[in-house]
């Protein structure tokens, strides 16, 4: 997998080198967010537990003018998705997964001068290449709430991972210009997911009744808040000289 996510930056970064280095910059971003889920529930009785995800990596950029450029990198998403019983008000007999997924964005930027040259408003919009580190991999289990006159049993529950999914990023934000010539950002992001990276399949009985089988599904769809810093290549030889 490592090797794989190297040949690919290498290949990706090449072009951004054929150009004047003094349009080339480097830069992290990392955020934290809210990731969206549903569940196929005819029983009514399955409910999700905190769905959230965090990212942070590494960006390199190429200025096209002084309002455009192109961005990519190397990201690290950590997906936290699961489920409990609803019983009575409250969610029992927790069960989650958690799996990281390397991301590649191919992004293009905007900005727009909003104050001497000082403040900008941003915006970006692309694509991520998703790969899931943790594939293949799937957890069965069971768990029970009981009451004193009725109980829940969940009597299996089975996680289904994608290896590779897209993601498609829109994003708004404000950049303040630093030390002549970097910048540091705030932003919100909405990333958009195409298909399901992951499926719960959770079957459970209440009381003696026949069984019901739910379904929860998540496309990788996430709203993101972050921070991001970026500095020219060319500044860190350009000042020695």
């Not at 026949?210 to 990788?220: E, F, I, M, Q």
Request: proline residues 3%; glycine residues 10%.
């Amino acid at each position: 997998m490592r090797k794989n996510i190297q040949l690919v930056l290498l290949i990706l970064l090449l072009p951004y080198f054929s150009y004047s280095q003094h349009k080339i910059y480097l830069g992290t971003e990392g955020a934290i967010g809210i990731l969206f889920s549903k569940y196929d529930d005819p029983g009514n009785t399955i409910k999700t537990i905190h769905p959230d995800n965090s990212y942070f990596g590494l960006t390199i950029g190429r200025v096209i003018n002084n309002r455009f450029s192109l961005e990519s990198g190397i990201l690290l998403n950590a997906y936290n998705y699961g489920y409990a019983i609803k019983y009575r008000g409250y969610a029992f007999g927790a069960i989650g997964t958690d799996f990281i997924s390397a991301q590649i964005p191919f992004r293009l930027r905007h900005q727009l001068n909003l104050h001497a040259g000082k403040i900008f408003l941003s915006s970006t919009a692309g694509f991520h290449l998703c790969m899931n580190t943790d594939y293949p991999y799937g957890v069965t289990g069971g768990n029970a709430v009981w009451g004193e006159n009725d109980s829940i049993i969940a009597m299996d529950s089975t996680f289904y991972k994608s290896k590779i999914f897209p993601l498609v990023e829109l994003g708004a934000g404000v950049d303040f210009k630093v030390f002549k010539n970097a910048y540091f950002s705030v932003f919100v992001k909405y990333y958009m997911g195409l298909i399901n990276i992951e499926t719960i399949k959770i079957q459970y009985r209440k009381n003696l009744e026949t069984p019901v089988l739910a379904n929860g599904y998540s496309r990788g769809s996430c709203l993101n808040y972050g921070i991001a810093f970026r500095y020219p290549i060319s500044d860190l030889w350009q000042s020695k000289k």
